[in-house]
């Protein structure tokens, strides 16, 4: 009983208007941040594919690095590279100070990870289209490009969405990683809270809740937009 | 119309077709037989720029078909000579019937839409699939896919068609339906050169059967020498087997 209501008090301590729009404010930061990477991650994704299945040995090559040294590096290591590295690297080379925000330093950073990530999801999903609908494409005398957008993409982008939902709920997760170099999102607001009551327990609990929401109404929206890619086939 | 002159393809060490050369003449129906495994698809493809032969070469009206070419624009212009019609027919699923036809005569050809829909509608008459337009391939039966599949090459207006056993992949009673179209096709005099177990049909329509073992061409005759008069001890060991 003491328990509990030792709980509920504390519970109203944090729960104010005020606490709670700083959460949400800082919540809207972390999905903003995940949109952006997942839009320019996908854009990176689709280039990123293109040059995997590309016929120029260099071209694929690239590409190839590319995804690899994302995919095989954490991701917090590409965060502070981009964060202490890239500026010092800009400094010695232009020879002036260059201070880019925190935001723009976590949204290139994530997007670049993204990317490498969608150009497999996207490679895949491309490779998986039939190799007979590319045949029939060429004997119709398609030139590559329209074979792309009228007969492989379309039916590579069924296979596309499902990943790219979870990429999404894994950014929005990841984003969480920004707290360290002073992204205020959602988890750098439940430590801000924390700090200032000196107790941690219920502000990480409340971002918590605020993550599940945000995955669970999506995976929950994707499920739905599946089922109904699968009445249209 | 289309010649092969030492034609050689190799997957790896194993040799698919072997040093084949052939003419096919306009009008011809030539069919591809022989046993599994034997190259006739291979043989195909490669008339169909499909498969980039190792050595040998492919002419089309005269013309080098080159498949390493930076000129797209005559790839494309040798390709849509020749119609193929493949086993596994191909269709475009995310499309309706009406675009699976629509599609190239609009991209490729540049014609206008309503031209190509009135092309289109004649031709899926012309395979007995009228009320099948606005269908997606997946309602369709394997025989009535043939179909569509045929009348989408027929819509580019090929010189050549080339069929890759158009109907292995059919219930039996969807097999008659198909090669009634196909005769059809052969009467009105088109060129055609098909791969086919069908020995019936190669008998009856035919102007010429070719004969493959081992990626080499055996035996080439009218199809009343060759099956009556079989030469080649394999010819006559694969005749013994599927007649
Ligand atoms: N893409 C490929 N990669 C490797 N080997 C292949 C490939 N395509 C065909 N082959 C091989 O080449 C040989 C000839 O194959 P092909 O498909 O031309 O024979 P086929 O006469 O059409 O046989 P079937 O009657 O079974 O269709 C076979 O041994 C086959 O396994
Ligand atoms: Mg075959």
Not at chain 1, 14 to 34: D, E, R, W, Y
Not at chain 1, 152 to 162: N, T
Request: charged share 20%; proline share 4%.
């Amino acid at each position: 009983m003491n328990f509990l209501e030792n709980l509920s008090a504390t519970w109203a301590k944090f729960v104010t208007p005020v606490n709670v729009t700083f959460m949400l404010k800082a919540a809207c930061i972390s999905v903003g941040i995940a949109v952006a990477a997942l839009f320019f991650g996908t854009i990176l994704g689709v280039l990123g594919a293109a040059g995997r299945i590309s016929r120029n040995k260099v071209i694929r090559g690239l590409a190839s690095v590319y995804v690899e040294v994302i995919r095989g590096t954490p991701m917090m290591l590409q965060i502070l590279f981009f964060y202490l590295g890239v500026p010092s690297i800009v400094r010695a080379v232009t020879g002036s100070p260059w201070n880019p925000s925190v935001y723009l330093i976590g949204v290139v950073a994530m997007s670049i990870n993204s990317g490498a990530y969608s150009t497999e999801l996207i490679r895949s999903a491309i490779q998986a289209v039939d190799q007979g609908q590319w045949e029939a494409s060429e004997t119709l005398g398609l030139s590559y490009g329209k074979m792309m957008r009228f007969i492989i993409l379309p039916q590579a982008f069924k296979r596309i969405i499902p990943p790219l939902v979870s990429e999404f709920i894994t950014l929005i997760k990841d984003s969480s990683l920004l707290s360290t170099i002073g992204v205020v999102e959602l988890l750098q607001s439940a430590k801000t809270l924390g700090a200032n009551y000196y107790s941690y327990v219920t502000p990480l609990l409340m971002a918590s809740v605020v993550y599940l929401t945000l995955t669970l109404t999506i995976s929950r929206f994707s499920r739905k937009l599946e089922e109904r890619m699968a009445l249209s086939d | 119309m289309i010649s092969l002159k030492n034609v050689t393809k190799q997957f790896g060490s194993l040799t698919a077709v072997d040093n084949a050369s052939l003419k096919v003449e306009k009008g011809e129906i030539i069919c591809l037989i022989g046993p599994s495994g034997s190259g006739k698809s291979t043989l195909l493809r490669c008339i169909a720029g499909l498969e980039r032969p190792e050595s040998g070469e492919v002419y089309i009206d005269g013309e080098l078909l080159d498949l390493g070419t930076k000129d797209t624009k005559k790839l494309e212009r040798q390709r849509i000579k020749m119609g193929f019609v493949f086993q596994h027919f191909n269709l475009f699923p995310h499309m309706t019937v009406l675009e699976n036809l629509t599609l190239a005569p609009i991209e490729v050809l540049g014609m206008d839409k309503a031209a190509a829909e009135q092309r289109a509608a004649e031709l899926l008459a012309r395979v007995g699939l009228a009320d099948k337009r606005d269908a997606y391939p997946a309602k369709l039966s394997g025989g009535q896919k043939q179909r569509v599949a045929i009348a989408r090459s027929l819509c580019m207006d090929p010189e050549i068609m080339l069929f890759d056993e158009p109907t292995s992949a059919l219930d039996p009673e969807m097999v008659g339906e198909v090669l009634d179209v196909m005769k059809e096709l052969a009467q009105a005099g088109m060129t055609m050169v098909l791969v086919t177990h069908e020995m019936g049909f190669a008998r009856e329509v035919a102007t010429k059967v070719i004969f493959l073992a081992d990626g080499k061409i055996l035996e080439e005759n009218s199809p009343a020498e060759l099956f009556q008069n079989p030469q080649n001890p394999r010819l006559q060991d694969f005749l013994s087997k599927v007649l």
